[in-house]
């Protein structure tokens, strides 16, 4: 078993050597004018081989060739279909190179082409290009009109230059060109994706003045970023203003049901059919997904059987919702079991519906199913992902199962498949847990390499797995290397870092550090319990008391490891009736209930500091109580018992417990 680097590999592919194509024009008579004789090759010949080839370089070679050979003049028909099919293999510069010739031909490209030419820049992230492309249209013999405006803007858009969409709108209309629906749909996208809601709410009344009518997609886009938004309620507003259709209350359904308000969901839902409105496959989805993501499955099913009632049938996307609930619920066998109903139904999975039904396996312990699954994508069709790869390989590694991990890796490397930081991090876990602590430091510095740069997570696992092996310098080698790479240390890495010193008993560098990390970030309770442990290992009770409060200060509420620390230090010194009294003020005061730790510590300290008869009191008190003694428990009131009586009354004793109870 070896682990492949993550490093993408560039493989050279030979390409089919190409015959030099000679020129078919047989000349009969040598004497004979060459420019009257006639062209050999047709149009449609032309066309055919350039629209049968299959391989895009191949037909630009023949589209060359037949050029230089004479033997046919390229029309806008044959240029606007070679342009096209490069254009969708993003052969960019071949493009700009066609794009020249035509111009040289003297032949006009026309609007159709032009667009298709700008969508081939927005395919590639070029709308920086498209923009310089557009600018120079008229050199091209094209001149602009709102389509190839409206697609300009939109390939801006796509890649979020909002700055430059302004002044193509002014330029538009300086132009003479009248924008329209599509025009005004991507201003309001814009201004919404800006936050920008008063002006996107101001847009849609100059569309109207200006006697274009804003259609669904105008209201749905300013809906649902509003609601997206948080501005649930002044969506609604809006909404009141106009006749909504299926896609504005599907957003406004989507906005309360981010915000759990179900209730108010359904009465929406009501409101749509009260106003001949019929929700659609969306609109129960979207309510599948909130009840079943909030554990709801009654009321899912309810849905469900609407959905059905009212003739509207579920999809992919309703399945994975109803899946991704019983998971999220640990309902493993129902959440599988709709997996089977859905492809029974005839739906076939896409890679999201995969995803959930693999995350919700991994995440139940069941990664033997998981891999059933995996294994069987690629021959369904559907090629696993990084998504897919990233949550086998981490229920690997939470598993310890390194081999496991590694051989997903392997695979996902040969298929070429880029890992991303969580798969990245997930290997490097792996690693760590089975201590290639080498390995995973060299994994973390190929991902900067990689262009994939390691984040706290990536850190966090290797300084865990260090601690945990007791690795304290290593540790914090890499905790100081952190920064460096961009990253800084969460409460996580502190308290790994704490909990290691604790545990070889270094109190002083323990407290230095929370001292170093309430300079940065703010404790959370692990941080403070961690550092009462310590105190309380070394029997300093009262200075875990004063840090109790200190921490209570600083608003943190102590919980039952908090309180299970204090009774345990106080008994440990001996001082058992204040311990006692600790736990009496812990049930008084309701906001905690000791838990069984905290009783058997304070059993402990009766034992071993008061006298027997007490501890048999005590043990029935808390059965009195309906607190049940654990095996620690009774361990401890065992061990009691026979060193203090011998090896045969305590078999009584106990027996007399027991059956009192």
């Known amino acids: ?205 100059e569309m109207a003045n200006k006697g274009c009518l804003p259609d669904a997609v105008s209201y749905t886009t300013i809906v649902s970023s509003m609601c997206k938004g948080g501005k649930v309620e002044e969506a609604r507003e809006l909404v009141a203003r106009f006749q909504p259709v299926v896609s504005v209350y599907n957003a406004l359904i989507d906005g309360l049901c981010r915000e759990r308000r179900v209730e108010e969901s359904f009465r929406l839902l009501l409101e749509m059919v009260d106003r001949g409105i019929q929700p659609n496959v969306v609109t129960y989805t979207t309510l599948v997904n909130s009840l079943s993501s909030a554990g709801k499955m009654d009321l899912t099913f309810a849905v469900l059987c609407k959905m059905f009632v009212t003739g509207c049938s579920p999809n992919v996307h309703t399945f994975t919702s109803l899946i991704k609930g019983y998971f999220i619920n640990g309902r493993v066998y129902e959440g599988f079991e709709v997996w089977k109903k859905m492809s029974h139904e005839g739906i076939i999975p896409n890679i999201v519906a995969y995803n959930t039904l693999l995350h919700g396996l991994c995440s139940n312990g069941h990664i033997v199913e998981a891999l059933a699954i995996f294994n069987q994508m690629e021959q369904n069709g559907c090629p696993p992902n990084v998504k897919t790869y990233s949550s086998i390989i981490d229920a690997c590694a939470k598993a310890g199962n390194l081999a496991c991990a590694s051989d997903i890796w392997n695979k996902m490397i040969n298929n070429g498949c880029h890992p991303n930081v969580i798969t990245y991090t997930s290997m490097v876990d792996a690693l760590s847990q089975n201590s290639m602590f080498d390995q995973a430091d060299h994994l973390i510095k190929t991902m900067a390499l990689e262009n994939c740069p390691p984040n706290t997570v990536t850190f966090n696992a290797l300084i865990k797995g260090l601690c945990r092996s007791g690795r304290l310098e290593w540790a914090f080698r890499v905790f100081n290397q952190m920064e460096g790479s961009g990253c800084l240390p969460n409460v996580t890495t502190y308290n790994e870092l704490l909990d290691c010193l604790i545990k070889r008993n270094m109190l002083n560098e323990a407290f230095s550090l929370i001292k170093e990390m309430e300079k940065k970030i703010e404790p959370n309770l692990v941080t403070y319990n961690t550092f009462l442990h310590g105190l309380s290992r070394a029997g300093m009770a009262e200075e875990a008391l004063q840090f109790i409060g200190k921490m209570m200060v600083k608003g943190i509420t102590p919980d039952e490891i908090t309180h299970n620390i204090i009774v345990f230090a106080y008994c440990k010194k001996g001082k058992v009736k204040f311990a006692s009294q600790l736990v009496d003020r812990i049930s008084f005061s309701g906001e905690c209930k000791p838990d069984i730790i905290a009783h058997t510590s304070l059993l402990w300290g009766i034992c071993n500091y008061k006298s027997l008869e007490e501890a048999i009191s005590y043990v029935d008190k808390m059965l009195s109580e309906n607190i049940y003694p654990n095996f620690a428990s009774w361990n401890v009131l065992v061990r009691c018992l026979f060193n203090n009586l011998g090896h045969i009354e305590p078999v009584y004793i106990l027996d007399s417990i027991i059956e009192s109870d």
Not at 59 to 80: E, V
């Open 1 to 205: 078993m070896y682990l492949r680097e993550g490093c993408s590999l560039l493989l050279k592919v030979h390409k089919p050597s190409i015959p030099i194509a000679l020129n078919p024009v047989i000349i009969s008579n040598p004497n004979k004018n060459p420019q009257v004789e006639k062209t050999l090759i047709e149009e449609s010949q032309v066309l055919h081989k350039l629209s049968t080839e299959s391989n895009t370089l191949l037909a630009l070679h023949y589209f060359k060739s037949i050029t230089n050979s004479n033997s046919f003049k390229h029309t806008p028909s044959t240029y606007k279909l070679m342009i096209e099919r490069l254009g969708e293999d993003c052969e960019i510069d071949n493009v700009q190179y066609l794009l020249q010739l035509m111009k040289l031909d003297g032949i006009s490209c026309s609007e159709e082409l032009f667009i298709s030419v700008i969508k081939s820049y927005q395919r590639l992230g070029l709308a920086d290009q498209a923009l310089k492309t557009f600018y120079r249209i008229r050199e091209f013999g094209c001149m602009p009109t709102v389509k190839i405006y409206n697609h300009v803007m939109d390939a801006l858009l796509s890649e979020n230059k909002f700055r430059m969409i302004s002044p193509m709108y002014d330029n538009m209309k300086k132009d003479g060109i009248e924008p329209n629906v599509y025009t005004y749909n991507i201003l309001l996208k814009a201004l919404c994706k800006n936050d920008r809601f008063d002006n996107a709410c101001k847009l849609l009344v």
